[in-house]
């Protein structure tokens, strides 16, 4: 088992930056390839950025690329989505996820394990 929890949302003006936390405990997170997706009501959960778990390799959505960096740092067991010229349609409940595997996936039915999600209101 391993347990997710999100920090780091809030509001930010456009243009603005957040960074959000994700602390994972339970099992070895070097095990873990992770990622960041995002909601909004009414509409499918949908993928933001991943990282392997060694954390040489990323990707990210067409949405948030050059602006959105993902990392982590295997001794804390954290992720961390650094977020960067904040846009409106940026809003959104953010939810870190990990899956046993090398390397993420884009696809959510991949992910073994959940967090419960943190708010990001980008104000115009």
């Known amino acids: 088992q391993v347990q997710l929890v999100e920090s780091g949302g809030g509001l930010a003006q456009a243009g603005n930056s957040l960074r959000l936390s994700c602390a994972a405990s339970g099992r070895t997170f070097t095990s873990y390839a992770m990622g960041w997706f995002r909601q909004t009501p009414g509409k499918e959960r949908e993928f933001v950025a991943t990282?392997?778990?060694?954390?040489?390799?990323?990707y990210y959505a067409d949405s948030v690329k050059g602006r959105f960096t993902i990392s982590r740092d295997n001794a804390k067991n954290t992720v961390y989505l650094q977020m960067n010229s904040l846009k409106p349609e940026d809003t959104a409940v953010y939810y870190c996820?990990?899956?046993?595997?090398?390397?993420?996936?884009?696809?959510?039915?991949?992910?073994?394990?959940w967090g419960q999600g943190t708010q990001v209101t980008v104000s115009s």
């Open positions: 990282i392997s778990r060694s954390g040489g390799t990323t």
């Open positions: 996820a990990a899956v046993h595997s090398p390397y993420g996936s884009q696809w959510k039915n991949d992910y073994n394990y």
